[in-house]
């Protein structure tokens, strides 16, 4: 048998190895592509050894894929199969999906529903534009939520020194459009409150203007709709509507959310 000592090593190898395990998938999932070996434990920071064993158990697993010379790594289909059964089995997904699709055609242009995931956003559903001119977007995108207008919705239901925990002082800029200063940011998310909605002035996307309220599920908000409209397309009279539209959208996605 062994020790209570060797028991309680063991079951924190395991748990160290689950942690590898997921933080590997999730750089897979940041880093689109094929990655050397050598890359990824640059990136990751563990042994060669231990690593290159991981990746071969994830390779026969099918959660990891390797390229024609069997030497570069990226995520597998088995990652597809999970993330689709989450978004499949969301409730939310699936009791917004009339208003998506309402708002879409009241509209004309991209809608997303995305959820907060610590200090990003997700995006479950999306619903494109039939215009020409368009942004592409995809389920399961992930963006930092401050420069994004449903993310900083989602930020504003959170109090000032919960942001202050969540965010360094300093943001990443994404555009030349992207708040770099977390107190300026705080501004902009007390007047998000007074407004009931949040605008994201190409923040993120160049040429792309966002606009975004929280659906009020549950406090802090949790998930967030948002409409996409390149500038070039948006007169005052659109943005009103744009505006009018989401209200109404928050409105219905309310209703449709009481139970969750």
Same mark, same amino acid.
């Given at each position: 048998?062994?020790?209570?000592?060797?028991?309680?090593?063991?079951?924190? $190898?395991?748990?160290?190895?689950?942690?590898?395990?997921?933080?590997?998938?999730?750089?897979?999932?940041?880093? *689109?592509?094929? /990655?050397?070996? $050598?890359?990824? !434990?640059? !990136? *990751?920071?563990?042994?060669?050894?231990?690593?290159?064993?991981?990746?071969?158990?994830? =390779?026969?697993?099918?959660?990891?894929?390797?390229?024609?010379?069997?030497? +570069?790594?990226?995520?597998?289909?088995?990652?597809? #199969?999970?993330?689709?059964?989450?978004?499949?089995?969301?409730? =939310?997904? $699936?009791?917004?999906?009339?208003?998506?699709?309402? #708002?879409?055609?009241?509209? @004309?242009?991209?809608? &997303?529903?995305?959820?907060?995931?610590?200090?990003?956003? =997700?995006?479950?559903?999306?619903?494109?534009? !039939? &215009?020409? #001119?368009?942004?592409?977007?995809?389920?399961?995108? %992930?963006?930092?939520?401050?420069? *994004?207008? &449903? @993310?900083?919705?989602?930020?504003?239901?959170?109090?000032?020194? %919960?942001?202050? !925990?969540?965010?360094?002082?300093?943001?990443?800029?994404? *555009?030349? &459009?992207?708040?770099?200063? +977390?107190?300026?940011?705080?501004?902009?998310?007390?007047?998000?409150?007074? +407004?009931?909605?949040?605008?994201?002035?190409?923040?993120?996307?160049?040429?792309?203007?966002?606009?975004?309220?929280?659906?009020?599920?549950?406090?802090?908000?949790?998930?967030? =709709?948002?409409?996409?409209?390149?500038?070039?397309?948006?007169?005052?009279?659109?943005?009103?509507?744009?505006?009018?539209?989401?209200?109404?959208?928050?409105?219905? #996605?309310?209703?449709?959310? %009481? /139970?969750?």
């Amino acid at each position: 048998m062994s020790s209570p000592t060797n028991s309680a090593l063991g079951g924190g $190898a395991q748990v160290k190895s689950a942690v590898r395990t997921v933080e590997l998938l999730e750089y897979f999932a940041g880093n *689109t592509g094929m /990655h050397s070996l $050598a890359e990824v !434990q640059e !990136q *990751t920071g563990y042994p060669k050894s231990s690593l290159y064993m991981l990746l071969r158990t994830l =390779v026969e697993l099918g959660w990891v894929e390797t390229d024609a010379t069997g030497t +570069r790594y990226g995520i597998g289909v088995r990652a597809l #199969l999970v993330g689709s059964s989450y978004i499949d089995g969301d409730e =939310v997904v $699936a009791a917004s999906r009339p208003t998506l699709d309402r #708002l879409a055609e009241d509209t @004309g242009e991209t809608i &997303h529903l995305a959820r907060l995931d610590g200090t990003n956003v =997700v995006y479950l559903a999306t619903r494109q534009s !039939q &215009h020409s #001119l368009r942004p592409f977007t995809r389920i399961g995108r %992930r963006l930092p939520a401050y420069c *994004t207008s &449903h @993310g900083k919705a989602l930020l504003a239901t959170h109090p000032d020194e %919960r942001i202050r !925990q969540l965010l360094p002082a300093e943001l990443e800029p994404l *555009t030349e &459009h992207t708040h770099t200063d +977390r107190e300026k940011l705080i501004e902009e998310l007390h007047e998000i409150r007074e +407004r009931g909605y949040a605008i994201d002035r190409e923040e993120n996307t160049l040429g792309l203007r966002c606009f975004g309220i929280a659906i009020p599920y549950r406090t802090p908000a949790r998930d967030a =709709v948002s409409v996409s409209v390149p500038i070039a397309r948006l007169t005052p009279g659109r943005e009103q509507m744009i505006r009018d539209a989401l209200f109404d959208a928050r409105d219905r #996605l309310t209703l449709a959310t %009481r /139970h969750l």
